[in-house]
């Protein structure tokens, strides 16, 4: 079976394996909570993600309701909550206590390969194979708006994420970086080569 290991950053020292259940299907990722006592892993292949407690190795919850693989899973700034995103073209926002779905964030046409939470844990970004970034609101699960006139839409757009403020989003297509409003999705002229 796969496992994730868990090390000690400043004794080199292991914390604890975690093994999961499947053999090896593919790349495992892995991330910590904000307090650093909870581990959110996915391995491809397995269609949900776990939080597993650091200290035990204990298993806390299971993700589960996505029908493709898992691309992605992050924590909220807070630790609260989850986002999940998935080859079914949905995201997933998590209670992380619970595991239970607080909502499925559907709008893409593609894969959904990554997201991430603003800063200040209002809003997530997501990004997908349709190369239109969409940003959502955390409380409703509603997309607030997508960014479909991309200046570089032909080519893949290889980010999306807020900046330290939670004011702007900036996306990366073709090697070039656009800036957003956060808030409306409207355009800021800039342009960074």
């Not at 893949?156 to 989003?169: E, G, R, W, Y």
Request: with cysteine; hydrophobic share 40%; net charge negative.
């Amino acid at each position: 079976p796969s496992a994730v290991k868990v090390w000690s950053a400043t004794s080199c020292q292991g914390l604890c394996t975690i093994a999961t259940e499947r053999g090896n299907y593919g790349p495992a990722f892995a991330g910590f909570s904000p307090d650093g006592q909870q581990v959110l892993t996915c391995i491809w292949g397995e269609r949900v993600a776990k939080i597993w407690c650091v200290a035990s190795g204990a298993c806390l919850c299971t993700l589960a309701g996505h029908r493709d693989d898992i691309m992605s899973a992050n924590f909220s700034p807070d630790g609260q909550l989850v986002l999940t995103t998935s080859d079914d073209n949905t995201a997933k926002l998590w209670y992380a206590a619970s595991g239970v779905c607080l909502h499925t964030l559907v709008a893409h046409d593609e894969t959904v390969l990554s997201g991430k939470f603003s800063p200040d844990g209002k809003h997530v970004v997501t990004r997908a194979l349709d190369n239109c970034p969409r940003v959502w609101s955390v409380a409703s699960g509603e997309c607030a708006f997508k960014i479909d006139d991309h200046p570089n839409l032909a080519l893949d757009v290889n980010d999306a994420c807020f900046t330290p403020d939670s004011k702007m989003l900036l996306t990366m297509a073709g090697g070039m970086v656009n800036k957003w409003h956060a808030d409306s999705g409207r355009p800021i002229p800039f342009r960074l080569q």
